[in-house]
């Protein structure tokens, strides 16, 4: 594949995209891990209470190396109810 050195603003380019092209970026980012599917929002009408759980929950994906065996026992158990 050819490589190209262009020297493009990624502010210029992000705000002519699309917002279909906005969305392939996004898909982009996820498929190649640099951004995580899970933090993204599902909706704008989300109440406080669920935006404060995403938030917990993404911090705990983002973390996961930094949790003790017991807490990873402790968050299994929690999830296995559901």
């Known amino acids: 594949m050819p490589l190209f050195d262009l020297d493009i603003d990624v502010d210029e ?6 917002k ?6 996004i ?3 996820i498929e190649d891990g640099y951004l995580n599917k ?11 209470a669920q935006q404060e759980h ?3 929950c993404t911090k705990l994906v983002n973390n996961y ?9 402790i968050l299994k158990k929690i999830s296995n109810r559901f």
Do not use: G, W
């Open 27 to 29: 898909d982009a980012l």
């Open 13 to 18: 380019f992000l705000s002519t995209c699309s």
């Open 65 to 73: 190396y930094q949790l003790s065996i017991e807490e990873c026992e």
């Open 54 to 56: 995403i938030d917990s």
């Open 20 to 25: 279909r092209e906005i969305n392939q970026i």
């Open 38 to 48: 899970s933090s993204l929002p599902t909706s704008k009408n989300v109440c406080i």
